[in-house]
Structure formats: C-alpha cells, structure tokens
C-alpha cells in the first residue's frame, strides 16, 4: 500500500465548477501536510499547507482528518488556469508525494 | 534570486555511463534533497543533505551518490546509469527542513537507453 493514496484522475471539469480531491495517508505519525501544484513538464509548487482547523485560500479550501488520516482539497469556481496536478504531501520523518491528480478546467 | 536551478535540462546516456546533476540554491538554504519523480510514482526521495557537510539515504538511493559541496550546491551522480534511472530529477531546497514549504528546481529530464 502506498504511503500517500490520491484519485489520479483525470477530472475533467467546466469552468465555474466546484471540484473536491481526496487524499490518504499510512502513517499516522505524519506532522504536516501541504499540496502542491504541478504544472505540465514543470516543478511542483506549493499551493497551501493544511491545518488541522482546516484553512482557506481565495477559492482553495484544504481539510485534515487526523482520525480518519485523510486530507481533502476543494476548489471552488474553477478556472481554466487551474489545469495542473495536484499533489498531496504528508511529511512524518520525509516528505512523501501521492502520485497527484490530474485536473483539466474546460471551457 | 534565481531560486534553485538545475544543470542540465536533458540528457541522454547509454547503459554504463557516469553522470552528474547539479543544483544550486541562492536563498542561503540549510536544507537540500534530490526527488525522482516516474509516472504513477509520485517523487520519491533518492538522498537528502540537512546541512551542509552532511548526507541521508532517502526512500531510493541505491544506483546514487550525492555530494554537498557547500551551502549552496547538492550534487548527484549516477556512476553507472541504467534504463531504470530514466525518470525526471528534481532537486529541491527548505530553510530549516521537513516542516516548511520546499523549493524545488525545473527539473532534469534523463533517458537511459
């Protein structure tokens, strides 16, 4: 079982929709929690760190379920500039990357 | 600042052949890491260096070797490349470790053939 389980996708949304990415991870020792954006043939960049109250960013809202180890992102009114995958990230002693999911935003 | 950069882009090596990736980082980082990333893999941690002078095994380092020349570059040399290593290689900098964001460079794009 891999570390970091996210829903690879894709997920082919239009613009203006309202889209939720799940993430699961093993290690209940994990400290800290992050997505990050990965644009195609590009570096990933962090997009926010997630808290345990959970935490806003404009249309990005990130959730942590320490019980049920499971980190949520959703993204309200997409973009088309949202396009990219999104990794999920769960640092316990390293930093371990889910395999991203895929999101492409239609016009 | 030019953040992390990455020599080279691309390369393409034959079975047997020695390469070294380098990496550099302009934001007086302590911390600094070497990532493969493969499709379906996600990045997965070939070696990391906490500080200068200093250097761990991460998740895959066998086939690898790295070397912290000083603050600023992490190097990582492949002595005898083999079609398993294609992958894209990514360094990556933090300013005190795990805890913060990481900064990573654009990335090396390596064939193995």
């Known amino acids: 079982r891999k570390e970091v389980e996210q829903d690879p996708g894709p997920f082919n949304v239009p613009e203006g929709a309202t889209v939720a990415f799940n993430c699961t991870y093993s290690n209940s020792a994990s400290q800290s929690f992050f997505w990050y954006r990965q644009d195609c043939r590009k570096e990933p960049k962090l997009l926010m760190s997630?808290?345990?109250s959970g935490n806003e960013d404009g249309r990005f809202t990130a959730q942590l379920n320490r019980a049920s180890q499971y980190i949520s992102l959703l993204i309200r009114d997409s973009k088309l500039s949202d396009s990219a995958t999104y990794l999920c990230v769960v640092n316990a002693n390293d930093m371990r990357f889910g395999a991203g999911t895929r999101l492409t935003v239609k016009p | 600042n030019a953040g992390v950069t990455q020599t080279p882009k691309f390369q393409v090596l034959k079975t047997g052949q020695s390469m070294t990736l380098q990496c550099a980082q302009d934001?007086?980082?302590?911390?600094m890491y070497w990532y493969r990333q493969d499709p379906g893999m996600g990045l997965r941690l070939i070696y990391y260096?906490?500080?200068?002078?200093?250097?761990d095994k991460g998740e895959v380092p066998n086939g690898y070797n790295v070397s912290r020349l000083n603050k600023r570059e992490f190097s990582l040399r492949l002595e005898s490349a083999a079609p398993s290593q294609t992958s894209v290689y990514f360094c990556?900098?933090?300013?005190?470790?795990?805890?913060?964001?990481?900064?990573f460079g654009p990335g090396t794009r390596l064939l193995v053939l």
């Open positions: 934001m007086n980082h302590n911390s």
């Open positions: 990556a900098s933090t300013n005190t470790g795990l805890q913060e964001r990481q900064y």
């Open positions: 997630v808290y345990s």
């Open positions: 260096s906490a500080s200068e002078g200093t250097t």
